[in-house]
């Protein structure tokens, strides 16, 4: 009866929401801290700490703007903090979760975490607007262990549509796109402010 009592008491697993807001629309991206507890953590304090705030999407990778060589094409919307590369970065670095260990894949609208040096780049999220050979053993990463999938946009994906049409012959947009902020929706997912 104890075991009962205690396994209703448990609350089930959680899937966090947070809203983007950028100049080209909102979208919504869905988390769930038990498939990838390090990257989610990861990112959740950079949205409770609104360090996510005041970034851009400031680069759109597209199969007209990799070199023709390329074996493994992605199409990515990539999005950040604007911090300059010889600023520390805001946390310490985390562990690099795989898919593999996750089980999540790199289809239309995942939310990966770039790596830098092996680990979370703090600056840098990725919004993959088609499925992409970015997970574990497959390049585009050096190492073959891919990017941390994390999440999906769950609301949005014409805004992340209407993104990637604005790619450009560089990958680096001449403009960048403004987000201007980046909360939890959840009312009970955790710190707010």
Known sequence: MLAAAAGRSRAAPRVVRTRVETEAGALVVEIDPEVAPITVANYLALVDARLLDGGAVYRVVTPANQPADTP??????????????????????????????????????????????????????????????????????????????????????????????RGEADQYLARPVRVSSVRRVDPDSGPRR
């Open 72 to 165: 493994h094409k992605i199409e990515v919307v990539q999005w950040g903090m604007n911090r300059p590369d010889d600023k520390p970065p805001p946390r310490p670095p985390i562990a690099h979760e795989t898919t593999r260990q996750t089980g999540l894949r790199h289809v239309d609208g995942t939310v990966s975490m770039a790596r830098a040096a092996g680990n979370g780049d703090h600056r840098v999220l990725r919004l993959h607007r088609r499925p992409a050979r970015a997970r574990f053993r497959r390049p585009p990463q050096p190492d073959g262990l891919g990017f941390a999938a994390f999440g999906r946009v769950a609301e949005g994906m014409d805004v992340i549509r209407a993104l990637h049409v």
